[in-house]
Each structure stands twice: as structure tokens, then as C-alpha cells.
């Protein structure tokens, strides 16, 4: 089945290290995107990536970078100078990123800092 | 800059009961309207996905309407069912950075 693998599920970190959240989607969609969602507030975009090798910050970039070398991969890194990382972050992809077809989205990764 | 409202932020109904939800933004300029379904703890899946050319869309119970010039969508949900509780949201696509902008969600909940 196609979709938008995300994992971990759960992670937790220390205070001062870096982690990685992994996004892998099979649908051959060219435009990804990570998203931030915390209580209460709407989702807030962290990065996005068009095409392969490309990609730019979003809103809340800063803390956080990514990196796009495969079209089926977007891995999202949470830096020690993220100061407020515990959080649900959520991966989705996109057919186009032009014309605006059907989002669709992982089952999230929650990020929780000890 | 794009903004997207959601209101009422929260919602309780009898099972059976028909309902709409709302969703409103500033700038009329845009591709297309989705609406999404949030469990707790779980991503977002998508319910409907409306073209800035098209007035509407359905699916089963579901029955997105759209209207560019005043800026609004309405989520209508016919014979609510308790598995229908979830968060709801909007996004809308402006083409511009390729971002879409989200509502911040109507939490429903649907009682026996």
C-alpha cells in the first residue's frame, strides 16, 4: 500500500542532542513537507521541499534542518538549538507542488525532551 | 498573508444529528480547499479535496461546499455517528511557496 511512513512513533531526548525523525513516502509525490503541532495551535510548517536536492524553510525553520537526496526520502533533524522541541511533528507529501493536488500525511512522530 | 478560521473551535451533538462546520480565510486567491480528519496522537487524514474551480464535493456522509469570493467552506456531516468525533480541519493551497495554510480545527464530538 502507498502512504508516509514516519518513525519513530515516540522519542525522547536528552537536552542538548541532536535527533532525527524519519520520512519515507512510496506515492512518487515531488513536494514534501514537515510540520510542527503543538496543543492547541494549527499546524506550523518547519521546511518543505519541492524537488529532489532543493528544499526551503518554513515559519519555525529555526532549530531544525533537513535534507532531500532521494524524492522518497525527507528527513527532519531537531538541533540542540531547537530551545522548545517536545512536540507532534507530522510529514506529508503532495502530487504537485504547483497545482495543488491532495495532501496527505504520516502518523506523526511526538518528540519529547527530558 | 493567508489566515484561516475555524469556528466553532469545539462542538458536541446527539448522534443522528446533521451538522456543518466552518472554515473561513482572508485571501480568495487560492488552488484548492481540503478538509482533513484528526484522531488523537494520529496524523491527519484527508476527507475531501475541493478545486478553486468547483463549488463542491462529496463523499458518503460528507459534503464539502466551497465559495472563493467570500472566502468560506463549510464541512457538512449528515447522520453523525459517535465514530465521527475527531478534530477537523481546513487547509487551503495558494501555490505561493507551495504552502498551505491551516485552520487551527473544530473538535467534535459526537454523543450516544
Known amino acids: 500500500d502507498g502512504g508516509i511512513t514516519q518513525s519513530p512513533k515516540y522519542l525522547f531526548r536528552k537536552e542538548g542532542q541532536n535527533v532525527t525523525l524519519s520520512c519515507e513516502q512510496n506515492l512518487n509525490h515531488d513536494a514534501m513537507y514537515w510540520y510542527r503541532q503543538d496543543p492547541g495551535q494549527g499546524l506550523r510548517l518547519i521546511y518543505y521541499s519541492q524537488i529532489v536536492n532543493d528544499f526551503q524553510k518554513g515559519d519555525i525553520a529555526e532549530g531544525y534542518s533537513v535534507s532531500r537526496e532521494k524524492k522518497e526520502s525527507f528527513p527532519l533533524t531537531v538541533t540542540s538549538a531547537q530551545k522548545n522541541p517536545t512536540a507532534f511533528y507530522l510529514c506529508?507529501?503532495?502530487?504537485?507542488?504547483?497545482?495543488?493536488?491532495?495532501?496527505?500525511f504520516g502518523e506523526g512522530s511526538r518528540l519529547t525532551v527530558l | 498573508k493567508q489566515e484561516v478560521t475555524q469556528i466553532p473551535a469545539a462542538l458536541s451533538v446527539p448522534e443522528g444529528e446533521n451538522l456543518v462546520l466552518n472554515c473561513s480565510f482572508t485571501?480568495?486567491?487560492?488552488?484548492?480547499l481540503q478538509w482533513f480528519r484528526q484522531d488523537p496522537g494520529k496524523g491527519l487524514t484527508s476527507l475531501l479535496l475541493i478545486q478553486s474551480s468547483q463549488r463542491e464535493q462529496t463523499s458518503g456522509r460528507l459534503n464539502a461546499s466551497l465559495d472563493k469570493s467570500s472566502g468560506r467552506s463549510t464541512l457538512y456531516i449528515a447522520a453523525s455517528q459517535p465514530g465521527d468525533s475527531a478534530t477537523y480541519l481546513c487547509?487551503?493551497?495558494?501555490?505561493?511557496?507551495?504552502?498551505?495554510?491551516f485552520g487551527t480545527g473544530t473538535r467534535l464530538q459526537v454523543t450516544l
Open positions: 485571501d480568495s486567491a487560492i488552488y484548492n
Open positions: 506529508a507529501s503532495i502530487t504537485s507542488g504547483r497545482a495543488g493536488g491532495e495532501l496527505f
Open positions: 487547509a487551503v493551497y495558494t501555490g505561493t511557496a507551495s504552502k498551505l495554510t
